[in-house]
């Protein structure tokens, strides 16, 4: 058994080393999940095209026969892509290797033996999870005519509509808005299901017994119901007796006030999402630019270095908390968002790298305090982000410079500079920004020595790290409780051992790779 998991929790730490495995896994996930992804609106649109293939061979075979060719296409080949879009949901919903990673991590730290029992059951959860979701239930309904040659079965291709809020995704945020309005819409149907339910039982005591009436069944007395309810009124069931037309009026009355109160939800619902929706849009649209200018504030001196950003075609987007200002900008044709810009979570909103897809920020409110704030809270989260700043008053220089600004205008230099069009020009502070934001990919990271690693490297010697071009800053000794900075070659290293590396984040993530993938490659190979 203890050999079982052993080769288990290597397979895991090969598959978790493995880039082919692993670029496999981060391409369909794109592909299936991430709405940013460029190729996901393609295969969304081909999803789309085999639902509504399907369908319509569903209704042209109702009264006609269809050639095999499209029998076979609407209930295998069809069925099969969907079953694969399954699968792939399945697999890549949780990763099994770092389950079993993370558990041997976790027993190597706390000196206890692999426990496979806690991995099948955590795996088990995950996945039933998706299972159990109702996006997934609606998948695995749609690929039921794929096993079955059941007639009545192929009615299950309906449920293949229904995969469309999975494509489109005006549909989810339909979904979504409605949502919002879930204990008014349930009220709603409790109300209509009791009318309902009270006029059939009524209406059909009433007219059950009358000759002359059409209504001789309680199903019938259902359908009269729900029509009349509903005010559509057919015609073809209608009471005939003097009670059974006073239900009637009832019943009607009842349903001009459920019309009234759908359409009060439907309305109120959007209007109070509206804004949201819009703001999301912006955000969507914000995350995938690589060239955008924030201007923090919109007066007048900003709504001039708007236009000239603009008329230099960059990406522009204004963030002030005062919202006739944003309904300002929005009106000037320009994407805007009431976030306050000295408060850190509006940056977390926009959920964007600020040192890659931002060049520059511009604290252009006409009080040096609030640009000081601002810069601040810029600095506080980037610090590599070009920041220029509106200065009013000369005795605030020093505090803006404090505050982390890399260069600062008066009102007539800002607006001068952005009139010769400087953006679009070589000048240095753009390339020391592009600089900047290539340094913030260097990063310090903390490795900790497991069994695992020591297995096969027991000294400084042997960590190979000038081979992934990090550097080895120095080691937190375990047993001495002493940090040794700069370690010599044949310092021997032990299981609780942190090392302190330094370099690019890729290269410390294969680093880490090679250092656990090395007992893996010696059970795979043999050794």
């Not at 009791?194 to 000759?211: G, R």
């Not at 375990?478 to 609780?496: A, C, H, Q, S, W």
Request: aromatic residues 14%.
């Amino acid at each position: 058994m203890q050999y079982l998991n052993r080769l288990l929790v290597n397979f895991a730490y090969f598959l978790n080393s493995s880039d082919n495995y692993q670029r496999k896994r981060r391409f369909f996930y794109n592909l299936l999940e991430n709405d940013d992804y460029k190729y996901k609106k393609y295969f969304d649109l081909f999803m789309m095209i085999l639902i509504f293939s399907s369908v319509s061979i569903l209704i042209y075979e109702v009264k006609r026969d269809i050639p095999e060719y499209l029998n076979i296409f609407n209930a295998y080949v069809i069925s099969f892509i969907f079953f694969v879009e399954y699968i792939l949901r399945l697999w890549i919903h949780s990763s099994i290797s770092k389950v079993i990673i993370n558990q041997d991590e976790y027993s190597d730290l706390l000196g206890r033996n692999f426990s496979l029992l806690y991995v099948l059951n955590k795996v088990f959860k995950d996945k039933m999870e998706y299972v159990l979701s109702l996006k997934a239930i609606i998948d695995l309904l749609a690929i039921i005519p794929f096993f079955h040659e059941l007639r009545l079965l192929r009615i299950f291709i309906l449920f293949r509509v229904f995969k469309l809020f999975r494509y489109a995704k005006s549909f989810s945020t339909f979904a979504s808005v409605l949502a919002t309005k879930r204990f008014e819409f349930f009220t709603l149907a409790m109300f209509a299901a009791i009318v309902i339910f009270v006029s059939s039982v009524l209406i059909y005591v009433m007219e059950a017994n009358n000759p002359s009436s059409p209504i001789d069944t309680l199903y019938e007395a259902f359908y009269w119901s729900i029509v009349t309810i509903s005010t559509v009124g057919y015609g073809d069931v209608v009471a005939v007796s003097p009670e059974g037309q006073f239900v009637a009026i009832i019943v009607i009355l009842s349903g001009i006030s459920v019309l009234a109160f759908t359409t009060s939800l439907f309305v109120s619902a959007f209007t109070e999402k509206l804004e949201d929706i819009k703001e999301a849009k912006v955000i969507q649209d914000v995350s995938k630019e690589t060239d955008t200018y924030i201007i923090c504030g919109y007066e007048s001196i900003a709504k001039e270095v708007a236009k000239k950003l603009i008329k230099s075609k960059f990406n522009v987007l204004v963030l002030d908390e005062v919202i006739e200002r944003v309904e300002d900008a929005k009106r000037d044709g320009l994407q805007a968002l009431n976030y306050d810009p000295g408060q850190v979570e509006s940056y977390k909103k926009l959920n964007i790298n600020l040192s890659t897809q931002v060049k520059a920020i511009l604290c252009l409110k006409e009080d040096d305090v609030e640009n000081v704030y601002t810069a601040l809270t810029v600095r506080s989260i980037d610090k590599n982000v070009k920041i220029m700043s509106l200065l009013m008053n000369s005795a605030n220089r020093s505090k803006l410079v404090f505050s982390g600004v890399d260069e600062i205008l008066d009102d007539k230099e800002l607006v001068g500079l952005v009139a010769r069009e400087y953006v679009g020009q070589p000048v240095a502070f753009e390339v020391i920004h592009a600089i900047r934001a290539e340094d913030s990919s260097i990063k310090i990271e903390e490795i900790t020595i497991t069994q695992r690693i020591v297995e096969n490297i027991s000294k400084v010697s042997e960590l190979e790290n000038v081979d992934f071009r990090v550097v080895l800053l120095g080691i937190h000794k375990k047993d001495t409780k002493r940090f040794y900075f700069n370690p010599i070659d044949e310092t021997l290293l032990e299981v609780g051992d942190v090392l302190f590396v330094i370099g690019n984040y890729i290269f410390i993530r294969e680093f880490t790779k090679h250092l656990m993938a090395k007992s893996s490659k010696r059970v795979f190979d043999g050794k």
